[in-house]
């Protein structure tokens, strides 16, 4: 749950680069929004999918180094940015 002072992200369109990403971390595929921390190529960023009405949306946050993503993740999940 977003805390009231919380900070927003800013999600983009999915990027359509060459390298490999994979899922490090997640929250439950039982929620209508999943939260994916996704890492490749030196970079991290969050991936976050909207599931309503058997219809997905995905959008990406910009991406930052890994440490830096560790960091807003770590955010996003105690509700200090949305």
Do not use: K
Request: hydrophobic content about 35%.
């Amino acid at each position: 749950m977003a805390q009231r002072d919380h900070v927003r992200l800013e999600w983009r369109e999915p990027y359509r680069t060459p390298e490999r990403v994979r899922p490090v971390a997640w929250t439950c595929l039982c929620r209508a929004t999943v939260y994916e921390l996704c890492s490749g190529g030196g970079q991290a960023f969050i991936r976050r999918t909207v599931q309503l009405d058997g219809n997905a949306t995905v959008h990406e946050s910009p991406r930052w180094s890994v440490n830096e993503a560790r960091t807003v993740w770590t955010a996003l999940l105690s509700g200090g940015v949305r």
